[in-house]
Structures are given as C-alpha cells and as structure tokens.
C-alpha cells in the first residue's frame, strides 16, 4: 500500500506564506514526478508545481514568483513553499506522486487526500 500524507495547510492572510509538505510511504520502488495540484470550489483540478527525480520543475503561471517547490527525494519527501499568498490561492490542495509500487509495475497516479489552504483579506 501507497500512502501521500499532506501537512502544513491552514488559514493565512493574504501576502503571509505557508509551507505544505507531503510524505509517501509504503511500498514503493521509484518515484518520478512529485508535486502539488488544487482544487477550488466550482473549479476542476489544476497543477500547481510539479518536480522531477532528476530536478526538473513546472508551475503554473499563476504561482510563478511566488510558489517554489522542494524535494527530498532520499525521503520520498514533496514541499510547497508558498509566499505572497492572494485571496485566489485559497483552494484544497492535493499531492500527487508518479510512482511505481514494485519493479514489476506500471507507472501510476497517486494522490493524498488534500489540504486545505484558505487566505483571507
């Protein structure tokens, strides 16, 4: 079994910072991309910082400047440091992980179960 265990969301005024993070546990044989996406009420799933094993990042347009994304990959260990929050950044957010569970299997999604990130005026 795969586990993607979030922490760090919480309420925060606009321009303060937060810091998710997100562990994977259980059985797990590689990790490729590691990263965040989130959801806003009425709004689809949208990525928000993904990183490769290898270092490689990708952000959305509207977190450039402001989110980075960290990872430790001998702890199979995802960050989001986010700065200079605005009220449009409140939303869930959910980790993402592309592992493989065993040398035999598939690369797949998994996903934690989301934490919420509110910021107000």
């Known amino acids: 079994q795969v586990q993607l265990v979030e922490s760090g969301g919480g309420l925060v005024q606009a321009g303060g910072s937060l810091r998710l993070s997100c562990a994977a546990s259980?059985?797990?044989?590689?990790?490729?991309?590691m990263g965040w996406y989130r959801q806003a009420p009425g709004k689809q799933r949208e990525l928000v910082a993904m990183?490769?094993?290898?270092?490689?990042?990708n952000y959305a347009d509207s977190v450039k400047g402001r989110f980075t994304i960290y990872r430790d990959n001998a702890k199979n260990t995802v960050y989001l440091q986010m700065n200079s929050l605005k009220l449009e950044d409140t939303a869930v957010y959910y980790c993402?992980?592309?592992?493989?569970?065993?040398?035999?299997?598939?690369?797949?999604?998994?996903w934690g179960q989301g934490t919420q990130v509110t910021v107000s005026s």
């Open positions: 993402n992980a592309d592992l493989k569970p065993t040398y035999y299997s598939g690369t797949r999604p998994y």
């Open positions: 259980g059985s797990i044989f590689s990790i490729n991309g």
């Open positions: 990183r490769t094993f290898g270092g490689s990042t």
